[in-house]
Nanobody, 124 residues
Framework: QVQLVESGGGLVQAGGSLRLSCAAS????????MGWFRQAPGKEREFVAA????????SYADSVKGRFTCSRDNAKNTVYLQMNSLTPADTAVYYC?????????????????WGQGTQVTVSS
């Protein structure tokens, strides 16, 4: 079992930045590929970013590429999502997730554990 707790969400103006954190507890954090997903009202949950177990590889949705950066600190059992140049289209509940896989995965169905989510609201 892995427990995930997100933090860092909030209200920000367009063009601003936020840094989300996801703290993990339970089984060895470095065994898991970590991902970030988001879900806006009335929309399906969508992939945002994923990072390999070592942190050496990342994958991003086209909509956030160049603006968001995913990183992890295995010593602190934490994964981060730095979000820059935010727009109202980024407004959503953001979830972190853990997948017991070797390769990066972008499908939410391949993730085993989920956090409770943190709200990000970007005002225009």
């Amino acid at each position: 079992q892995v427990q995930l707790v997100e933090s860092g969400g909030g209200l920000v103006q367009a063009g601003g930045s936020l840094r989300l954190s996801c703290a993990a507890s339970g089984r060895t954090f470095s065994f898991y590929v970590m991902g970030w997903f988001r879900q806006a009202p009335g929309k399906e949950r969508e992939f945002v970013a994923a990072i390999s177990r070592s942190g050496g590889s990342t994958s991003y949705a086209d909509s956030v590429k160049g603006r968001f950066t995913c990183s992890r600190d295995n010593a602190k059992n934490t994964v981060y999502l730095q979000m820059n140049s935010l727009t109202p289209a980024d407004t959503a509940v953001y979830y972190c997730a853990a997948a017991s896989t070797i390769t990066l995965v972008i499908s939410w169905g391949q993730y085993d554990y989920w956090g409770q989510g943190t709200q990000v609201t970007v005002s225009s």
